[in-house]
């Protein structure tokens, strides 16, 4: 079955404290992103990859890191984690860049910063 | 980005059809328009993307005015399972910007049995 899974799907944690959210296709695709949802702001997007070690920023990069070293992953790294980076994280990914393309979207990661 | 606008909610009773309007006044001609929404608690999806001509898949119709400047989701029997946000955005051909999505607010489905 084609999906993205990211894990863990809840996270509880302090300030300060590293953590990275793993992001997983096995669709084949190039381009794979992170997305934050918050309360009446909408889903943004955080950071993008086109492929493998080619990653750049989205529209609210801030205090967030990426990596693909793999076609498959795209980790999200939270390097000290503050409370306003609770928030709902989706990861996407899709085949290319066309605009007929369609984005696969993970079920979620809930992320609270205590 | 081409701006999209929807009404924050719209009610249906079960069994019947749903027309989600979207107007996008300054669309361009390589202006994609795309539909997806998200169930609660769930990840955003895809649901159909149309460029001139009506389109229709499993899911759904989508509706395009001559003009292009407004669009129809057209649910054809809603179910207890569609309610969910629904979110138009637009996607050029002509531009990557990271193929990044905008989502506005979308638009609150209500079903009732």
């Known amino acids: 079955e084609a999906q993205v899974t990211q894990n863990p799907r809840y996270l509880i944690t302090v300030t300060g404290k590293k953590l990275t959210v793993t992001c997983s296709q096995n669709?084949?695709?190039?381009?794979m992103s992170w997305y934050r949802q918050d309360p009446g702001l909408g889903l943004r997007q955080i950071y993008y990859?086109?492929?493998?070690?080619?990653?750049d920023k989205g529209d609210v990069p801030e205090g967030y890191k990426v990596s693909r070293k793999e076609k498959r992953n795209f980790p999200l790294i939270l390097e000290s984690p503050s409370p306003n980076q609770t928030s709902l994280y989706f990861c996407?990914?899709?085949?290319?860049?066309?605009?007929?393309?369609?984005?696969?979207f993970g079920p979620g990661t809930r992320l609270t910063v205590l | 980005d081409a701006k999209t606008t929807q009404p924050n909610s719209m009610e249906s009773n079960e069994e019947e059809p749903v027309h989600l309007p979207c107007n996008h006044s300054t669309i361009s001609g390589t202006d994609y328009i795309h539909w997806y929404r998200q169930l609660p608690s769930q990840g955003p999806e895809y649901v159909i993307h149309?460029?001139?001509s009506n389109v229709n898949n499993r899911m759904a119709s989508l509706a395009i005015a001559e003009d292009r400047k407004s669009s129809t989701l057209i649910l054809h029997r809603a179910t207890l399972r569609d309610a969910a946000v629904y979110y138009c955005i637009l996607r050029d051909l002509g531009k990557t910007s990271g193929s990044r999505l905008t989502f506005g607010e979308g638009t609150q489905l209500t079903v009732n049995p």
């Open positions: 996407a990914s899709c085949k290319g860049l066309a605009a007929t393309d369609t984005q696969y």
């Open positions: 669709m084949n695709h190039e381009y």
């Open positions: 990859s086109m492929n493998v070690e080619v990653t």
């Open positions: 149309g460029l001139t």
